[in-house]
């Protein structure tokens, strides 16, 4: 059998409405491998749309957890970063990364910052620039379009966009992150949606559109970067993964769809998790 591959997550834990670690922990074991993680805060619910929500900030517990893995002489084969409730909290986690990562370790960011256009309200005008710095150090970035904007420190311009736009935006993250880009919320026009993805070792932009499914559907990005993490660790290329991600993302929207459910509790992506493991090619094994 060969050795399982072992991941840290290190995000918020959303006690209701699916996202964070409550989507990345599911889908990286479906994924077969090992995962560790480190909440960085604990809320009843995420922010996005319910008023009223515990927050309990572990940023003082960060480092502690990464200090006493290491002691323990445990090694990643990936470390996993979404969403942190600080700007503080960016720092401490390029301190994790130089406690636990060796340079076999992938270090994928996803930078979540907004959506539609906009900085989510917990966060101060300052925090992309704390994230660029974090972003500088990854292998792999998953921004959507509105985190791509305030990387760039350039103002949100709604879609559909142009292949040249979004091929100047990979070039601008670029030079923000030397790995692997990957950009969310893509779209040509309204009928489409997807990615777009940078691989500076083979400087080779590619593009990964599905049929758009209306509505905003909260945490799809989790289900998207949790996937995306899941094929590259099954050893995917970077597109095919992206492509994998999509259609799980999609897959997971259609069948919440069905539901006619709130769309602040999450999407159903629990239901298809036989066909990720299909997918990823684990009942091969
Ligand atoms: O899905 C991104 C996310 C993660 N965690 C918390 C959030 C959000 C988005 O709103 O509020 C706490």
Same mark, same amino acid.
């Given at each position: 059998?060969?050795?399982?591959?072992?991941?840290?997550?290190?995000?918020?834990?959303?006690?209701?409405?699916?996202?964070?670690?409550?989507?990345?922990?599911?889908?990286?074991?479906?994924?077969?491998?090992?995962?560790?993680?480190?909440?960085?805060?604990?809320?009843?619910?995420?922010?996005?749309?319910?008023?009223?929500?515990?927050?309990?900030?572990?940023?003082?517990?960060?480092?502690?957890?990464?200090?006493?893995?290491?002691?323990?002489?445990?090694?990643?084969?990936?470390?996993?970063?979404?969403?942190?409730?600080?700007?503080?909290?960016?720092?401490? @986690?390029? /301190?994790?990364? !130089?406690?636990? $990562?060796?340079?076999? %370790?992938?270090?994928? +960011?996803?930078?979540?910052?907004?959506? =539609?256009?906009?900085?989510?309200?917990?966060?101060?005008?300052?925090?992309?620039?704390?994230?660029?710095?974090?972003?500088?150090?990854?292998?792999?970035?998953?921004?959507?379009?509105?985190?791509?904007?305030?990387?760039?420190?350039?103002?949100?311009?709604?879609?559909?966009?142009?292949?040249?736009? @979004?091929? /100047?935006?990979? !070039?601008?993250? $670029?030079?923000?992150? %030397?790995?692997?880009? +990957?950009?969310?919320?893509?779209?040509? =026009?309204?009928?489409?949606?997807?990615?777009?993805?940078?691989?500076?070792?083979?400087?080779?932009?590619?593009?990964?559109?599905?049929?758009?499914?209306?509505?905003?559907?909260?945490?799809?990005?989790?289900?998207?970067?949790?996937?995306?993490?899941?094929?590259?660790?099954?050893?995917?290329?970077?597109?095919?993964?992206?492509?994998?991600?999509?259609?799980?993302?999609?897959?997971?929207?259609?069948?919440?769809?069905?539901?006619?459910? =709130?769309?602040?509790?999450?999407?159903?992506?629990?239901?298809?998790?036989?066909?990720?493991?299909?997918?990823?090619?684990?009942?091969?094994?």
């Amino acid at each position: 059998m060969e050795r399982q591959k072992r991941v840290a997550a290190i995000h918020d834990i959303s006690c209701f409405g699916k996202c964070s670690l409550t989507v990345a922990l599911p889908l990286l074991s479906a994924a077969g491998l090992e995962t560790c993680c480190i909440p960085t805060a604990v809320l009843s619910t995420h922010t996005g749309g319910f008023t009223g929500y515990t927050y309990r900030d572990l940023t003082d517990d960060i480092l502690p957890v990464a200090h006493h893995w290491n002691s323990l002489g445990l090694d990643f084969d990936a470390v996993y970063t979404g969403f942190l409730g600080s700007e503080e909290q960016t720092e401490i @986690i390029a /301190r994790v990364i !130089d406690t636990v $990562a060796t340079e076999d %370790t992938m270090v994928m +960011v996803d930078p979540v910052m907004g959506d =539609d256009g906009k900085l989510y309200p917990v966060f101060s005008h300052t925090f992309p620039a704390a994230m660029r710095k974090l972003c500088a150090r990854a292998h792999v970035i998953v921004p959507n379009m509105t985190e791509a904007f305030l990387l760039l420190n350039e103002p949100y311009r709604h879609g559909p966009y142009t292949e040249k736009e @979004i091929s /100047r935006m990979l !070039d601008g993250l $670029a030079a923000i992150c %030397t790995g692997k880009i +990957v950009l969310t919320g893509v779209h040509f =026009d309204e009928t489409s949606l997807g990615a777009a993805t940078y691989d500076p070792e083979t400087g080779a932009k590619e593009f990964v559109l599905r049929e758009r499914i209306n509505g905003f559907y909260h945490g799809t990005g989790d289900v998207y970067a949790g996937t995306l993490l899941a094929a590259l660790m099954c050893g995917f290329s970077l597109h095919d993964a992206a492509a994998a991600a999509a259609d799980y993302t999609v897959l997971s929207i259609a069948t919440t769809k069905k539901m006619d459910k =709130d769309l602040r509790y999450g999407v159903n992506f629990e239901y298809n998790l036989p066909t990720l493991m299909r997918m990823l090619g684990r009942n091969e094994e």
